[in-house]
C-alpha cells in the first residue's frame, strides 16, 4: 500500500473519529484541564515586584511630640520604593499597592532637634504565606521637630539695584515707603530668637522714571552670622510692598496756600508776593498734571500768624511742601496788612459744642485779650459775642486731672476779620 493511500485512511478514521460528540467533549474537556492547571502553577507562583513612589505616613497628631508641644518642620511628604515577595496573583492585583503602609516610629521624638526617623512597611489584610515584605530603599527619613514661636517685627525697607538699574537725569529717588510697618513671623523657637531684625528686600532692574511699588521678600536677620531661617514663614502668607517714590525737578513761579482766609480775601483774592520768584522744585514724577503746571503751592500758612503790619515771614527748604532744587535755602513770603487794624476781646470758650466727656469741664471759659485783626469799621462793630473758642481734641487723648488744649476761633457773622496768634484751655477731667 501507498504511503498516499495509507495517509487518506487515516484521515478518513480520523473524521469518522472527530464526527462522534462524546469524543470530542472528552478532548475539549482534557484540554481545558490542562490550561486550568498551567494557569494556576503560574498565578500561584510567587514572585518579587517593587511598588515605587509609596508615602511615608507622619501621624503626629496625639503623638509624643505632639504630646509635648513640639511640630514638625519642612519637608512632610517622603516617599520610598518598597520590594514585595509573594503569590502573583496576589501581587500582580491592581488593589495590591493600597495594602501596602508605609510609617515613621515617632516615639523618640521628645525635644527640640533634627531626627532620624526609622520607617518600617507592612502588608494589610494578607498573611506572610501570601506575600512579605523584602526591601525598603530607605531605612530612615531626617524630621525637625521645635516648640512653635510668633513674633512681630519692626520692618526696615531695602531696594536692591540690578545691572540695568538706571536714574533718569533730573530725577531724584525718594526713601522708600513700606505698607506696613511690622510683620509677624511664625516658626520654630529655635530659629526664632535668633532673630535680631527683619528687612523687608525689593528689586528693581531697569529704568525708575516713576515712582514704583514692588512686592519684597522678607528677610530675616540673625544675631550670629550664618543663622539658618529655613523653616520661618510670613504669619498668614501676608504679602508686604515697598514703594520707591520717584520726583522730577520742574521750574515753578511760587505761590502759597492760605488757611483759615477771611471772606472776602476768598472772593477778592490776596497781594502777597514770594522771593525768590522762580524757583525748582521736585515733583511727583508721575503727576503729569503737577509736573508741566507752571505755579506750585510751596507752603501753607494760617491767617492766624499775620499781623496788621508788613508780614515778612520765613519758609524753610525743608519745611516747605516739596523739595526744592540745591541753593534754595527757603523762600520769604510778604503779605502787606498794615492798612489794617487790631482790638482786643473777651472771647468765651464754648463748652456745649465742644464735644467734651461727661466727666471733665473747662476750667475757665473766658479767654481774655485775644487780638483781632481786620479793617477799623468792622472791628468797630465786632462785639465779643459774635466770637467763640472751641477745644480741639483731634489727636488728643484726655487724661486725668488737667488737660491743655489748644482752640479755634469761629465768628457767627460774615467778617473779614481773624484772630491773631495761639490760644489754649484748660480741662479738668475727674
Do not use: H
Request: charged letters at 20%; a negative charge; one cysteine or more.
Amino acid at each position: 500500500m501507498t504511503e498516499t493511500a495509507e495517509k487518506r485512511r487515516f484521515d478518513e478514521k480520523l473524521s469518522l473519529l472527530m464526527g462522534k460528540k462524546s469524543v470530542v467533549f472528552a478532548l475539549s474537556a482534557i484540554i481545558a484541564i490542562i490550561v486550568w492547571m498551567l494557569v494556576s502553577m503560574n498565578q500561584t507562583n510567587e514572585i518579587e515586584r517593587t511598588f515605587v513612589n509609596v508615602r511615608v505616613q507622619l501621624n503626629v497628631e496625639g503623638s509624643l511630640p505632639a504630646n509635648n508641644n513640639l511640630t514638625m518642620y519642612g519637608n512632610d511628604d517622603f516617599y520610598v520604593d518598597v520590594s514585595v515577595r509573594g503569590k502573583s496573583y496576589l501581587v500582580n492585583a491592581s488593589s495590591f499597592a493600597d495594602r501596602i503602609s508605609v510609617t515613621a516610629a515617632l516615639n523618640s521624638v521628645t525635644t527640640p532637634g533634627t531626627y532620624s526617623l526609622p520607617i518600617s512597611a507592612t502588608i494589610e489584610g494578607y498573611s506572610a504565606n501570601d506575600a512579605s515584605i523584602v526591601g525598603i530603599s530607605k531605612s530612615s527619613i531626617s524630621v525637625y521637630f521645635d516648640e512653635a514661636s510668633e513674633m512681630t517685627y519692626d520692618l526696615t525697607a531695602e531696594i536692591v539695584t540690578g545691572e540695568s538699574y538706571e536714574l533718569p537725569e533730573n530725577f531724584k529717588r525718594g526713601e522708600a515707603v513700606l505698607s506696613t510697618g511690622s510683620v509677624t513671623l511664625t516658626g520654630p523657637a529655635m530659629q526664632m530668637n535668633r532673630i535680631s531684625s527683619v528687612k523687608a528686600v525689593a528689586a528693581i532692574d531697569d529704568t525708575l522714571s516713576n515712582s514704583e511699588t514692588l512686592l519684597a521678600e522678607i528677610v530675616p536677620m540673625g544675631t550670629v552670622d550664618g543663622a539658618s531661617f529655613e523653616y520661618v514663614t510670613v504669619k498668614d502668607n501676608a504679602q508686604i510692598y515697598v514703594t520707591i517714590p520717584v520726583t522730577r525737578l520742574s521750574t515753578y513761579k511760587p505761590v502759597v496756600s492760605f488757611l483759615n482766609m477771611p471772606k472776602y480775601y476768598r472772593e477778592n483774592g490776596l497781594d502777597y508776593s514770594v522771593s525768590p520768584q522762580e524757583i525748582g522744585a521736585y515733583v511727583p514724577a508721575d503727576d503729569s498734571v503737577l509736573v508741566k503746571a507752571e505755579e506750585l503751592s510751596v507752603c501753607e500758612i494760617d491767617f492766624s500768624r499775620l499781623r496788621n503790619e508788613e508780614n515778612r515771614i520765613e519758609i524753610a527748604a525743608q519745611d516747605a511742601l516739596y523739595e526744592l532744587e540745591e541753593g534754595i535755602n527757603g523762600i520769604t513770603v510778604t503779605v502787606d496788612f498794615s492798612d489794617l487794624d487790631s482790638s482786643v476781646a473777651d472771647v468765651a470758650v464754648s463748652q456745649e459744642n465742644a464735644g467734651l466727656p461727661s466727666n471733665s469741664k473747662i476750667a475757665e471759659t473766658t479767654l481774655r485779650n485775644v487780638q483781632v485783626i481786620g479793617p477799623a469799621e468792622e472791628l468797630q462793630n465786632l462785639e465779643d459775642a459774635e466770637i467763640y473758642a472751641l477745644p480741639v481734641l483731634d489727636g488728643i487723648t484726655l487724661k486725668s486731672g488737667s488737660n491743655t488744649v489748644p482752640v479755634k476761633f469761629v465768628f457767627r457773622t460774615l467778617t473779614d476779620c481773624w484772630v491773631f496768634g495761639t490760644y489754649s484751655v484748660e480741662i479738668l477731667v475727674e
